[in-house]
T-cell receptor, first 112, second 112 residues
């Protein structure tokens, strides 16, 4: 089975801190995604990557950046955390386009 | 903007009944359709995929696709309390896009 691993299940940070969320997949998937999920708003795409060093903005990229130096790892960076970035962050991967997504277990981030 | 619409619910059904979840989408050229189940506090997991018009059955689950009417539905037969969750519809658009569009999900409650 595909495994998508997110480094932290719960994370508490202070306003202004730089935050790194790590995601690793073990099945050589081409595509990786970062979503945030808030009550009533559903899944919102922050960034996705379709190859190493390739990235594209999703619907809500402001305040975030990403890094994909190796195929298996996709990192989400909050340059200066703010309270409105308190959310559940979900990483996902897929083998190719039009394929199902495999999700990590999520990181619940609280910014105080 | 490509949209996927779901009734947020909650949809409440008695144990043993058929639960019917519906999803409409705006991109007529969409090719791939997925249903994910998400338990509270957990990440989404795939339960069904469908690519062509008609019905696809897997155990108690049946996905139905009607491209002409641009809707996809999920039927859950013999509903169990363990089916209580939020069900997300995802549509992969046309044009070779890597990015699926998710609906906001329908909350299903199966009461004993």
């Amino acid at each position: 089975d595909v495994k998508v691993t997110q480094s932290s299940r719960y994370l508490v940070k202070r306003t202004g801190e730089k935050v790194f969320l790590e995601c690793v997949q073990d099945m050589d998937h081409e595509n990786m995604f970062w979503y945030r999920q808030d009550p009533g708003l559903g899944l919102r795409l922050i960034y996705f990557s379709y190859d190493v060093k390739m990235k594209e903005k999703g619907d809500i990229p402001e305040g975030y950046s990403v890094s994909r130096e190796k195929k298996e790892r996709f990192s989400l960076i909050l340059e200066s955390a703010s309270t409105n970035q308190t959310s559940m962050y979900l990483c996902a991967s897929s083998l190719t386009i039009n394929e199902k997504l495999f999700f990590g277990s999520g990181t619940q981030l609280s910014v105080l | 903007q490509k949209e996927v619409e779901q009734n947020s619910g909650p949809l409440s059904v008695p144990e043993g009944a058929i639960a019917s979840l519906n999803c409409t989408y705006s991109d007529r050229g969409s090719q791939s359709f997925f249903w994910y189940r998400q338990y509270s506090g957990k990440s989404p997991e795939l339960i069904m995929s469908i690519y062509s018009n008609g019905d696809k059955e897997d155990g108690r689950f049946t996905a139905q696709l009607n491209k002409a009417s641009q809707y996809v539905s999920l039927l859950i037969r013999d509903s169990q309390p363990s089916d209580s969750a939020t069900y997300l519809c995802a549509v992969h658009p046309s044009g070779g896009s890597y990015i699926p569009t998710f609906g906001r999900g329908t909350s299903l409650i199966v009461h004993p």
